[in-house]
């Protein structure tokens, strides 16, 4: 597993490491676990898989470094919404602090519940003790898998926290701005949405789609990094009053 030392870093703002660690996911047997694995065997499959082209496009799309990704988008918002240098500060400072403590969290859940991903399970389907489950051993997903566990997704806890953050900060959901892509079979490599909701939630689709994450693992780790966001938008750099 990739940088297990991530789980023992400190958190910036909230208490624990564990504080807001994702519940488990669903047991291997399990008719959610059979549904989840049907799903990404069909939608993530490098060949063969039943991908809308739009949809492929929204996996290459955010087949990209999120944290990069990430900031480009606190940059667009920044610069489109905000002309105090002291006001965009206080943006990206709050956005990376739930982001970080957002990742913090997922990686002690990483570390509990070490789930394989889905060409471990799809590959192995028919040596997992489930009759209902049927393996492929040529199975491959649309993009490399990362290595750490399955359970929950660090990409939408990061993603997920940055845009619940934006939705503190703003006090709305409801604001157009861009998101862009180097990936270089993304097209086009930008994006414009209306709310931060819809960009959480297409990275949510986007890791299926990619072929390296379950849905329950996406939906954790998105539930995870919007309640980070809340804990640090309440708890960290609060607005400083001016003289009245």
């Known amino acids: 597993m990739a940088v297990p030392w991530f789980a023992e870093v400190t958190p910036f703002v909230v208490l624990t490491g564990d504080q807001f660690a994702a519940p488990p996911p ?13 799903e990404v065997k069909a939608l993530g499959a490098l060949v063969g898989s039943s ?9 290459y799309f955010y087949a990209d470094n999120f944290p990069l990704q990430v900031n480009r988008i606190v940059r667009n918002v920044s610069e489109a919404y905000l002309t105090s240098s002291g006001d ?7 956005v990376w602090l739930g982001a970080t403590d957002a990742l913090i969290n997922t990686w002690t859940g990483k570390l ?20 209902k489950t049927r393996g492929d051993v040529n199975w491959r997903p649309l ?11 660090g990409a939408n806890a990061l993603v997920s926290s940055a845009m619940k953050m934006f939705a503190l900060y703003f006090g709305t959901d409801e604001l157009t701005f ?60 609060k607005p400083v009053k001016g003289d009245d």
């Open 26 to 38: 669903p047991p291997l047997g399990s008719g959610l676990y059979r549904k989840e694995y049907e």
């Open 51 to 59: 991908r809308t082209p739009e949809q492929t496009q929204i996996a």
């Open 88 to 94: 965009r500060a206080r943006l990206f400072a709050l």
């Open 112 to 131: 509990e519940h070490p789930t394989w991903r889905p060409i471990t399970a799809i590959n192995e389907g028919d040596f997992d003790g489930d009759p």
């Open 143 to 153: 993009i490399n898998t990362p290595n750490y566990p399955d359970h929950s997704s």
């Open 178 to 237: 861009t998101v862009t892509s180097n990936n270089p079979n993304a097209n086009p490599n930008a994006r414009i949405y209306a709310s931060f909701t819809d960009a959480a939630l297409d990275v949510v689709e986007a890791r299926i789609l990619q072929g390296i994450h379950t849905r329950t693992a996406d939906l954790n780790g998105r539930h995870l990094g919007v309640t980070v966001a809340r804990w640090v938008f309440k708890h960290a750099l």
